[in-house]
């Protein structure tokens, strides 16, 4: 299993804000948050069995999988931050694979 579809996701959420889109936090935030949660624990637990992967560098993952489903919302966010960020959760992904 691979997490690679939520990040993509996070990512046109993020652009789309940096682009003047507007999100309704009812409508929109607590939605996908609540699906993202769903993904990352699945996710979570399948990168628990792997070999590759120390406990530490799982939960590290994880803590930035939620940071990300949150702040993919907020375009104020650094662009330089959140993509270092997406960098960091993809290559722990691809050390699962």
Do not use: C
Not at 36 to 49: C, G, K, P, R, S
């Amino acid at each position: 299993m691979t997490i690679e579809p939520l990040l993509q996701d996070i990512e046109r959420i993020y652009q789309a804000g940096r682009n003047g889109h507007e999100y309704d936090f009812q409508k929109d935030v607590i939605p996908f948050v609540e699906q993202a949660d769903i993904l990352i624990e699945a996710w979570q637990q399948n990168a628990q069995n792997s070999p590759y992967l120390r406990p530490a560098m799982v939960e590290s993952a994880v803590d930035q999988l939620k940071q990300l489903s949150v702040q993919a919302f907020q375009p104020k966010t650094s662009l330089k931050r959140f993509n270092e960020t997406i960098k960091s959760v993809r290559y722990i992904d691809q050390l699962m694979q």
